[in-house]
C-alpha cells in the first residue's frame, strides 16, 4: 500500500508549480498549462516573432503558469521524447524547436498546436493542420462572448493511416498532415488551391475532423474551429479530458473548475498555499529521514 504521505504529496503535485507564479498586472493574460499526459512532455510556447526562452519540462500532473501582455500572438504545443543534458542541449522525438529546451524556432511538424491573438476580443484555436502528436484541450475562463473549449480530445495516433503514420521502434509516436507527406497544392491549400472556395476537405482532414471535431483539421477550416472571447483566462491541457477538474491561476488567487462549462469555482488564497508549500517541505524531511 502506497505511503500516505507520499500520496497526499502525488496529489498536491499540481499546485506546487502553480504557486510560483509571480504577482499580475491588468495588462496581462494567464495562461495555466496542464500535464495530464502519462509521462513527461517539453511544452514549446513562442510569440510569433520571437522564438526564444519558450521551453520547458512538465511531468506527468504538473502545471506551470505563463503570462502574456495584451496583443501578445503566440503558439504553444508540446514536444515528446525528448531528452536533453544538463546544458539544456538535446533532441526530441515530436515538437523539436532546435535544439535547446528553450525554442529557437518554430516546433517542427507533426505537433498539434494551440494558436492565440490576443487583442479585444481574443481568438483562440487548436490546429492539427501540422499533424498530431498529443491531446490538446483550450479552456477560457472568467471571460465573456463565445468562450467555448476547443481542441482535440481523441489519440489520433490511434486511427492514423499508415501513410501518415510516424513511426520510433514500430510504435506510432505522431500522425503527419497530408501536406507533409504528399507536399501537393491539393493538400497543401496553395497555388490554385489557395483560397477558402478551391481548398476543401480531403479524406485525410475529414478523417482529423472525425476524431477532433473541435479542432482545426486544415487550412481554410475556420467556421467549426477558431473561437473568440473576452478578457479570459486560459488552461492549455495535455491528454486532459473535458470532464476533469482543472486548477488554474486567476486574479492572484488559485481557482478550480471542471472542464465542462461550468463557470462555478473555489478560489483558494496565494497565502494559504504558501503555507501548505511549507507543510509539504516538512513531509519531505519526514520521508527522508524516517
Not at 178 to 198: H, I, K
Request: with cysteine.
Amino acid at each position: 500500500m502506497a505511503n500516505p504521505v507520499s500520496k497526499l504529496l502525488t496529489h498536491l503535485l499540481f499546485f506546487i508549480v502553480i504557486t510560483s507564479v509571480p504577482e499580475l498586472s491588468e495588462s496581462t493574460k494567464t495562461f495555466t498549462i496542464v500535464n495530464y499526459c502519462k509521462e513527461t512532455i517539453w511544452p514549446g510556447l513562442t510569440h510569433s516573432e520571437n522564438f526564444s526562452k519558450g521551453g520547458f519540462a512538465l511531468k506527468p500532473s504538473q502545471s506551470a503558469v505563463y503570462t502574456a501582455p495584451d496583443g501578445w500572438s503566440g503558439r504553444i504545443w508540446a514536444r515528446t521524447g525528448c531528452n536533453f543534458d544538463k546544458d539544456g542541449n538535446g533532441k526530441c522525438q515530436t515538437g523539436a524547436c532546435g535544439t535547446s529546451i528553450n525554442c529557437t524556432v518554430p516546433g517542427s511538424p507533426p505537433a498539434t498546436i494551440a494558436e492565440f491573438t490576443l487583442g479585444e476580443p481574443d481568438y483562440y484555436d487548436v490546429s492539427l493542420v501540422n499533424g498530431f502528436n498529443l491531446p490538446i484541450a483550450v479552456k477560457a475562463v472568467n471571460g465573456s462572448g463565445n468562450c467555448s473549449t476547443v481542441g482535440c480530445d481523441g489519440d489520433l495516433k490511434q486511427k492514423c493511416p499508415s501513410e501518415l503514420a510516424l513511426k520510433e521502434n514500430d510504435k506510432v509516436i505522431a500522425c503527419k498532415s497530408a501536406c507533409d507527406v504528399f507536399n501537393t497544392d491539393e493538400y497543401c491549400c496553395r497555388g490554385m488551391y489557395g483560397n477558402p472556395v478551391a481548398c476543401l476537405p480531403t479524406n485525410y482532414s475529414k478523417s482529423f475532423k472525425q476524431v477532433c471535431p473541435a479542432a482545426y483539421s486544415y487550412a481554410y477550416d475556420d467556421p467549426t474551429s477558431i473561437t473568440t472571447c473576452s478578457g479570459a483566462d486560459f488552461i492549455v491541457t495535455f491528454c486532459g479530458s473535458r470532464n476533469q477538474t482543472v486548477c488554474y491561476y486567476h486574479d492572484k488567487q488559485l481557482a478550480c473548475n471542471g472542464f465542462n462549462g461550468s463557470n462555478s469555482f473555489k478560489a483558494i488564497s496565494h497565502s494559504w498555499w504558501t503555507l501548505m508549500l511549507a507543510l509539504l517541505f516538512m513531509f519531505n524531511l519526514l520521508i527522508t529521514f524516517s
